[in-house]
């Protein structure tokens, strides 16, 4: 707030060419350029008597409720300096235009002083469709007073960092792995144990409830007895169910590399479009959208991010692993150059792995073969999105398709070892819902 | 060395610029094809910069049109309206209200005429309009409401110059000669000193209120 305010040019050429005509019209007489001259020396002692003496403050806060649809938004709030009479702002936004506005200064409450400052929030906001943390807005500003007769110092406020949460969408079916472990749980498992679906009629056993004797079927298989003693039980049956149990689910996201549908940015994915999805934000959508299925259904789930060499969230259950998945897989992106691995990551025993990647190079394609080679059900994500080529230059394109030929191979060789590949940004005759319901159905031997 | 070296590198090189501006031109094309969208910004309504210019345009071919110069008053006054639309502030629409000013000085319109009353009102006007958009791009969306302080300010100094420059003629025409002139004049910058005193001074006419 104490910032200063000093006269503009167009203060001292008026004060100078009005005194002039002012002092010319005196001398010969003419009042109207007298008057003409004496309003405008007016105006400007009007305006430098009465200039504002401190500056005001801009800040800019995230609006809640936003950071998950597909606008963001944020608030630029005006705390005005006493007497100014307008903000200029730029508010400027990656992959947008540069808006500049002029509002007005909020008007004082009835009860306030004058030299009270006054509080205006501006909402603004972009349409993106893009995720994780970035920075997006940076706010130019400078106060405004008295018809540009006094200038103020402009300053920036941000570059604000947001959070922008990815959308998850909802799925019906989804696959589950090869084992299932743990005692409890939504799925059945092969063992025979507290659950609901009928495993078989056994014999009753020591450890056998005695709400689980099935009384028709013992009877039916005990016969009569000697004559006139009635019916004699010499044993009980029972009837065995399935226990039931839970699957863990790692989830493995490759945020080593985020390109998006324009090749020409591929070099530099700060130059990505904001109304096109990149590979991460499809990879981020896809691991959350699966997370949140899993989960719901009551099953434990972890995450694996192969782009930090940090330890993996463990598989959990519950709301609150939910949100813990959603900001790790939000906060995940490319960080230099990638580190090679010496060994892969540990996964859970048993555990369902679902990998997300572009397979634009080796690594994750070694990984998931070294996954399934291991016996865990794998499952490879590609997440790349559909390129456009249009406005590709030549040299550019033939790079592309000689990429594209090697990652085809490389699909083709997991599909043939057995990793179940799904595009996640097919759409049309299969989405992606289709083919997750197909491979629920799926019998797979080991 | 062979010619056939040199033929290969000139079209080699050849190549490669015609294929850079190949792709320097499909660049543009795809910029120019997805234009960028702007950032919302939520105010009050608003209206671009141009319609303020325009607005600037127009009191100044009113003033002209009330001052009814010659010609070549015409061309040079226009020329200085065209600078103030051009680069809009308080300095180019000083420098347009002081060469009209001189002007008026050489040809004054009849006294308590409707071209004084218009000349005394629309040069203030173009001069706090111009002030107010001055250091603004063209695309600049300006609240309505900005122009409400301004606005205070011009009613403001109108109350008090309008009247105060008819009865400074009725003064002057009561006398004649080149005292009662003087008078006049320096009745005039009495009143309008006085007049400032007691805006200044006087809180209930604050200029936010």
New interface residues.
């Given amino acids: 707030m104490k910032g200063k305010w000093w006269p503009a040019t167009g203060l001292a050429i008026t004060i100078i060419i009005a005194m002039v005509v002012f002092l010319l019209g005196m001398l010969t007489g003419r009042l109207q350029a007298v008057a003409l001259a004496m309003v405008l020396l007016l105006g400007c002692g009007w305006s430098l008597l009465r200039r504002p003496r401190q500056t005001g403050t801009i800040s800019l806060t995230t609006r809640s409720g936003t950071t998950s649809e597909s606008r963001v938004g944020a608030t630029v709030v005006w705390q005005a300096a006493p007497g100014a009479d307008a903000l200029r702002f730029r508010t400027t936004a990656p992959g947008h235009r540069a808006v500049d506005t002029v509002v007005v200064a909020p008007r004082r409450s009835p009860g306030s002083g004058p030299e009270e400052s006054r509080e205006r929030a501006i909402p603004i906001s972009i349409r993106t469709a893009r995720t994780g943390r970035r920075p997006i807005f940076t706010v130019d500003h400078q106060e405004r007073y008295g018809a540009g007769l006094l200038t103020a110092s402009g300053d920036t406020a941000g570059p604000m960092s947001i959070t922008v949460l990815p959308r998850a969408t909802s799925l019906r079916e989804v696959p589950l792995p090869y084992r299932l472990s743990g005692l409890t749980g939504p799925h059945d498992s092969r063992r025979a144990g507290d659950g609901n679906d009928l495993r078989d009629i056994n014999l009753f056993t020591p450890g056998d409830r005695l709400r689980r004797i099935d009384w028709r079927v013992t009877a039916r298989r005990n016969g009569l007895g000697p004559p006139g003693s009635g019916p004699t039980i010499t044993d009980l049956y029972v009837r065995r169910t399935h226990a039931t149990a839970d699957a863990a689910v790692m989830l493995v996201l490759d945020s080593r590399d985020e390109v998006g549908p324009d090749l020409t940015t591929w070099n530099d994915s700060s130059s990505i479009a904001e109304d096109m999805a990149t590979s991460l934000d499809n990879a981020r959508a896809a691991a959350l959208t699966m997370a949140r299925r899993y989960l719901k259904a009551g099953d434990r789930v972890g995450l694996e991010d192969l782009g930090r060499m940090h330890r993996p969230v463990p598989p959990s259950g519950g709301q609150r692993q939910l949100q813990r998945l959603s900001m790790r897989i939000a906060l995940a992106e490319p960080e230099g150059e990638p580190r090679a691995r010496n060994r892969p990551p540990r996964m859970p025993s048993g555990a369902l792995i679902v990998v997300f990647s572009t397979f634009l190079d080796d690594e994750t394609w070694h990984l998931a073969q070294l996954w399934h080679g291991a016996g865990h059900r794998v499952l490879a994500v590609d997440v790349l999105p559909e390129p456009d080529l249009r406005n590709a230059p030549r040299r550019l394109v033939t790079a592309y398709r000689i990429i594209a030929m090697e990652r085809k191979d490389r699909l083709s060789a997991l599909a043939r070892s057995g990793v179940e590949v799904i595009d996640w940004t097919t759409a049309g005759d299969h989405p992606v819902q289709v083919t997750l319901a197909a491979l629920t159905r799926k019998r797979v031997r080991r | 060395m062979s010619f056939g070296g040199i033929g290969d590198r000139i079209s080699t090189r050849v190549t490669n610029r015609v294929?850079r501006w190949?792709?320097s031109a499909?660049?543009a094309?795809?910029g120019i094809n997805?234009?960028?969208?702007?950032?919302?910004?939520?105010?009050?309504p608003?209206a671009p910069d141009w319609v303020y210019r325009l607005g600037c345009l127009v009191f100044g071919v009113l003033t002209i049109i009330a001052l009814a110069p010659g010609v070549v008053l015409i061309v040079i006054l226009s020329a200085l309206l065209l600078v103030v639309l051009i680069r809009p502030?308080?300095?180019t629409?000083?420098?347009f209200?002081?060469v009209?000013?001189?002007f008026?000085?050489i040809d004054?319109?009849r006294?308590n005429s409707l071209a004084?009353f218009v000349?005394?009102a629309l040069?203030?006007a173009v001069?706090?309009?111009?002030?107010?958009i001055?250091?603004?791009?063209l695309?600049?969306?300006?609240?309505l409401?900005?122009l409400?302080?301004?606005a205070l300010?011009f009613l403001?100094?109108?109350i008090?110059?309008q009247p105060?420059?008819i009865l400074?003629?009725l003064l002057?025409a009561r006398s004649t000669g080149?005292d009662a002139?003087?008078a006049?004049?320096v009745v005039?910058?009495i009143v309008?000193i006085m007049?400032?005193a007691a805006?200044?001074v006087f809180p209930r006419f604050?200029?936010?209120e």
Avoid: C, N, Y
């Fill in positions: 294929g190949q792709d499909r660049q094309r795809a997805a234009p960028k969208p702007p950032v919302r910004v939520e105010t009050g608003t502030s308080t300095a629409a000083g420098v209200g002081g009209l000013g001189l008026w000085m004054p319109s006294p004084q000349i005394l040069v203030p001069w706090l309009l111009s002030g107010t001055a250091e603004l791009p695309r600049t969306r300006i609240e409401s900005v409400r302080a301004p300010r403001v100094l109108q008090v110059g105060v420059l400074a003629e002057q080149i002139s003087f006049g004049a005039l910058t309008v007049a400032i805006w200044l604050s200029h936010d």
